[in-house]
């Protein structure tokens, strides 16, 4: 190969690095916007305000029914068929749904066309990782992932401040305009050499109950899961929930869950970099992760005893908590070099979107330690333990940084 050859590999590798990190970017906007323009869009279709908090619990159960059921669909598609073909079919549905979003007059409706869009969000992230850790070479893949989160959880800021200059319907037309955009970007986008090789062997691709026949191999998959279950829980539960646990705090003034998501976010997108940028220094994903899971311990225990916490501390908490759990896109990568090219997609989709899923047992979990303490113990005892599962989980991988990823399942 000349160096004229390798220079224009170089580019489009690093071409397909921008096009994954603009498709998380617009998944993220699309993912959080309901979060955002919840009690405005309710508000406009008619939903009564004594049924919002429950109206808004049945949208958000059906993005998240949507997103396990895509996290399946897209893994499988993706290593039976290419990773390509999940970027563009993902994005397509989810961008179609949110421009339907923005046309929604019920809350029935509503939940379907979320529920669409779910599906539709589920596949961008894990095939992003997949086809970027294949095609880099192997002691730089971080590099690549780092920089997908790291651009892709801005979509979460971007959404914030939209909503607030245009109104709902907009901000969803706007999530689907730029997912349509992005479509144009991606003509090009190649295939993982990796996956082509593989299409020529005899082995089985994409079949999801491999994953449960051998007991090494379920471990190994259940164990990337746990490594991801506190991320979630500090997001969806101790900054949304921002206004109950200040209440309980006694906060000076009510917190804004919505000023501290969009504080997190921004966090998890300074730590998704760090993260990566940590693992490439100590050559060690389970490195860094370990030291983010001390990063959650701290940064919540902080929060969590900030007796008279002011609107102003939870902003910089909300930041410090967020940048805690930006190990996301480390997480996905270790659970997609964990896996053989037959199985990576599948294995790379489905452990977000199962780790997203893992909030509901979580929850129910923590109200059954606040019916038997109060919300802050309760908080307490549920970081400790989920970052304690994780830490657990990841003593039992295997470490994975600058490993040949050019293997397949048997």
């Known amino acids: 190969m000349t160096l004229t050859d390798d220079k224009r590999q170089s580019t489009n ?51 998240m029914i949507g997103l396990l059921l895509g996290g399946v669909l897209w893994g499988i598609i993706g290593d039976k068929y290419g990773r390509v073909k999940v970027l563009f079919g993902s994005i397509l549905m989810y961008s179609v749904a949110n421009i339907v979003n923005g046309l929604v007059q019920d809350i029935h409706s509503y939940a379907w066309v979320r529920f669409i869009a779910g599906v539709g969000l589920a596949g961008e992230l894990g095939a992003g990782i997949t086809l970027v850790s294949e095609a880099m070479p192997r002691n730089k893949r971080g590099y690549g992932t780092m920089l997908i989160a790291g651009i892709g959880v801005l979509g979460a800021v971007v959404a914030f401040y939209v ?27 190649f295939e993982s050499g990796m996956f082509t090789q593989t299409m020529q062997k005899n082995v089985v691709k994409g079949n999801l109950a491999m994953l449960f026949q051998k007991k090494e191999r379920f471990s190994r998959y259940l164990y990337c899961l746990l490594i991801g279950l506190p991320i979630w829980f500090v997001v969806g539960v101790l900054i949304t929930q921002a206004p109950e646990f200040g209440h ?36 060690s994903r389970k490195k860094a992760v370990f030291f983010f899971q001390v990063l959650i311990i701290v940064s919540s225990l902080l929060y969590l005893t900030s007796t008279g916490i002011t609107p102003a ?60 303490f109060n919300i802050i113990t309760a ?16 003593s039992q991988l295997k470490e994975s940084f600058d490993r040949d990823l050019n293997y397949v399942e048997e």
């Open 13 to 63: 590798v690093w071409l397909l690095v921008l096009v994954a990190s603009l498709g998380y970017f617009v998944d993220i906007y699309d993912l959080v916007i309901f979060s955002i323009v919840r009690v405005q869009s309710f508000q406009d279709i008619g939903i009564p305000a004594d049924a919002m908090r429950t109206g808004g619990e049945y949208v958000l159960n059906m993005q």
């Open 379 to 394: 908080a307490i005892v549920m970081i400790i333990l989920l970052s304690g599962i994780a830490i657990f989980a990841l």
């Open 248 to 283: 309980a705090l006694g906060a000076t003034d009510t917190l804004s869950a919505g000023k501290g998501i969009m504080c997190a976010y921004i966090g998890i997108s300074l730590g998704d970099i760090f993260a990566g940028l940590l693992a490439q220094l100590t050559k």
């Open 163 to 189: 909503t607030e200059h245009f109104d709902w319907r907009k901000a969803y037309f706007v999530g689907g305009g730029m997912g349509m955009l992005l479509l144009l970007m991606r003509v090009g986008t």
């Open 313 to 372: 501390k939870f902003i910089w908490l909300a930041f410090f908590m967020g940048f805690s759990v930006g190990y996301w896109a480390t997480f996905v990568t270790i659970a997609s070099e964990q896996f053989g090219t037959n199985l990576r997609a599948t294995v790379a989709t489905t452990a977000p979107n199962f780790v997203r899923g893992a909030l509901v047992p979580s929850t129910f979990l923590f109200e059954f330690f606040v019916h038997r």
